[in-house]
């Protein structure tokens, strides 16, 4: 309730908090809902494109996490924000149409990056904005939330058009118009996002 009321009267925050979750989200069900059976009917592939794929996926995370917040650190968070989502959905959009191993590890790779350097970002925002005493309940809030957009996601994917021959690349179409829907509420709100941190800076 605390962490409700609290996002109630600070809405800006709660926009940015649930949708730069959208990628997550999508993330852990594309791992373990999408990317098995891409590989094994669209890709007609092995599992060792499978066990490899997940290898780029790490190194693009652990290079996320090493370089991301000095790379973009000239940028503001939320714009930061806007510019991996463009670029992961993208990539989503590639893996839909083109099949392509070269494609597929570099995707998983930009994934990687983009999956963990939001969640850096997103963090590290968070935690500047929002207070201590109600960090905790805040994130709790969005931890719901993210827990019935996977619940919603995986329900799409388990219905019969996704099972149907390499129709599953289109999971991937999903993901790509997933983020691009949560990158316009950013937009929209770009003057106000900006006007928070103006105020904090005050």
């Known amino acids: 309730k ?30 373990h809902v999408i990317l098995p059976s891409y590989v094994h009917d669209f890709l007609e592939a092995s599992g060792n494109v499978y066990a490899s794929a997940e290898v780029y996926y790490s190194i693009g995370a652990i290079f996320s996490g090493v370089l991301i917040l000095r790379l973009l650190s000239k940028f ?78 995986i329900g799409l994917f388990a219905l019969p058009f996704f099972t149907t021959n390499d129709n599953v690349r289109y999971g991937y179409l999903v993901g790509a118009i997933m983020v691009l829907m949560a990158i316009i509420p950013l937009i929209l709100h770009y003057k106000s996002l900006i006007n928070l941190d103006k105020k904090q800076e005050d």
């Open 76 to 153: 503001h968070t939320y714009l930061s924000v806007i510019f991996l989502m463009i670029i992961v959905a993208i990539a989503f959009y590639a893996l839909t149409f083109y099949k392509s191993l070269l494609i597929f590890f570099i995707g998983s790779l930009i994934l990687g990056i983009t999956n963990a350097g939001i969640r850096i970002l997103r963090t590290t925002y968070l935690f500047n904005h929002i207070p201590n005493n109600v960090i905790g309940r805040t994130s709790s809030v969005f931890n719901s939330l993210n827990i019935m957009v996977r619940m919603c996601l």
């Open 2 to 31: 605390i962490g409700f009321n609290y996002l109630k009267e600070n809405p800006i925050i709660f926009v940015f908090g649930i949708t730069s979750y959208m990628l997550f989200a999508f993330t852990l069900v594309e791992l």
